[in-house]
């Protein structure tokens, strides 16, 4: 069968699956685009059962885009804690402001509209345009491209966005406008929980299986992806300074990593407990002890931080840094995960 052929059997086979197997998640029990917008954004690079108590407690706290918009930068921030990706979360409000600026405080209706808000790409104006407006409009990510290469036998890299525009035409021209977000939310389920991207599909539970082009066992190559460029390394020595009960943190730099976000001491390579102690001295603390060490690593994209942390008891609460109280710790200041699992150290 040919590609077009199976990809116009999509809405007939997939809509009735999607009514009966789909997931009970949070952001599906209604079609507000805040509620919509909200959880795309936070399921990018996110599994789905890390962004629930996320989404809830955001909304809890935020109710609406006229909150988000007026919500005190630091405390967003803190509502987003461990999420990572903190880019999305000011681009989140960002786009709150813009909607009360120039919408009224109305989440825009149009496709063009949804995609020239701060944060939103093809994909994210797709899934809101669609499940909210029902609009005919595709999404397609990861999952929805892999789906559509095995289906289809596509050998090309969905890594190229050449392929990927190939892809959601061929789809628009079978979105059902009568069901247009039913539709954008059980192709994504179906490459969520069936067509599954680590280790073998669930063939037997695919509605598409009989036409799948891929059952055979050619799911193994497909999809083809772009080979990416290795990750660089760097070296980081981390220092939790103790005062008394007080930690010092510091704001990052606007641009770069982490940006503007909040951070534990830290400089380039690799400190001996020597150099690290000599380091303290610098900043003024009056090192009384080297309690311990210990070693981690994050990885971010396109970088892998290697971190050596000290743990120093100091005499004085040095300028230049903030001394939080654990109760701050926890409930003002977020420090992305890359600190944070130094936090208690």
């Known amino acids: 069968m040919e590609a077009k052929e199976i990809l116009a059997a999509l809405?007939?086979?997939?809509?009735?699956?999607?009514?009966?197997?789909?997931?009970?998640?949070?952001?599906?029990?209604d079609c507000e685009p805040y509620h919509v917008w909200l959880s795309e954004i936070m399921l990018q690079q996110t599994r789905v059962e890390a962004v629930k108590g996320y989404y809830d407690r955001f909304l809890r706290e935020l109710p609406d885009i006229a909150s988000?918009?007026?919500?005190?930068?630091?405390?967003?921030?803190?509502?987003?804690e461990g999420l990572g990706y903190y880019s999305r979360v000011r681009s989140l409000q960002a786009a709150a402001r813009r909607i009360m600026e120039r919408h009224g405080g109305v989440f825009p209706q149009q496709y063009d509209e949804i995609r020239a808000l701060p944060g939103i790409g093809d994909y994210t104006a797709g899934?809101?345009?669609?499940?909210c407006f029902g609009l005919p409009t595709p999404?397609?990510?990861?999952?929805?491209?892999?789906?559509?290469?095995?289906?289809?036998?596509?050998?090309?890299?969905?890594?190229?966005?050449?392929?990927?525009?190939?892809?959601r035409a061929a789809l628009a021209e079978v979105y059902p406008r009568e069901a247009a977000g039913a539709f954008t939310q059980a192709l994504m389920e179906l490459g969520a929980t069936v067509c599954v991207p680590n280790g073998a599909p669930l063939c037997d539970?695919?509605?598409?299986?009989?036409?799948?082009?891929?059952?055979?066992?050619?799911?193994?190559?497909?999809?083809?992806?772009?080979?990416?460029?290795?990750?660089?390394?760097?070296?980081?020595t981390v220092f939790r300074l103790c005062c008394a009960d007080?930690?010092?943190?510091?704001?990052?730099?606007?641009?770069?990593?982490?940006?503007?976000?909040?951070?534990?001491?830290?400089?380039?390579?690799?400190?001996?407990?020597?150099?690290?102690?000599?380091?303290?001295?610098?900043?003024?603390?009056?090192?009384?002890?080297?309690?311990?060490?210990?070693?981690?690593?994050?990885?971010?994209?396109?970088?892998?931080?290697?971190?050596?942390?000290?743990?120093?008891?100091?005499?004085?609460?040095?300028?230049?840094?903030?001394?939080?109280?654990?109760?701050?710790?926890s409930g003002e200041i977020a420090l992305p995960t890359a600190f944070r699992m130094f936090r208690d150290l």
């Open 205 to 236: 539970a695919c509605p598409m299986a009989e036409l799948c082009h891929s059952r055979s066992g050619a799911w193994k190559t497909l999809p083809v992806k772009s080979a990416k460029k290795p990750r660089r390394t760097e070296k980081l």
């Open 68 to 80: 988000l918009a007026a919500a005190d930068p630091d405390r967003l921030i803190k509502l987003w």
């Open 139 to 167: 999404a397609v990510d990861g999952n929805v491209l892999r789906v559509v290469a095995r289906l289809t036998g596509d050998a090309r890299s969905v890594s190229e966005e050449a392929t990927k525009r190939s892809i």
């Open 246 to 329: 007080r930690v010092a943190v510091r704001k990052r730099g606007e641009t770069g990593l982490l940006a503007g976000l909040w951070e534990l001491p830290n400089v380039e390579g690799e400190l001996s407990a020597e150099q690290a102690v000599a380091q303290a001295e610098r900043w003024g603390v009056h090192p009384r002890e080297l309690e311990s060490a210990l070693r981690r690593k994050h990885i971010f994209t396109h970088v892998e931080w290697d971190m050596l942390c000290y743990a120093i008891r100091c005499e004085t609460e040095a300028d230049g840094f903030v001394w939080a109280t654990p109760q701050r710790l």
């Open 127 to 131: 899934a809101i345009a669609s499940i």
């Open 11 to 29: 809405p007939q086979r997939l809509l009735p699956w999607f009514a009966a197997a789909a997931r009970d998640l949070p952001w599906r029990r």
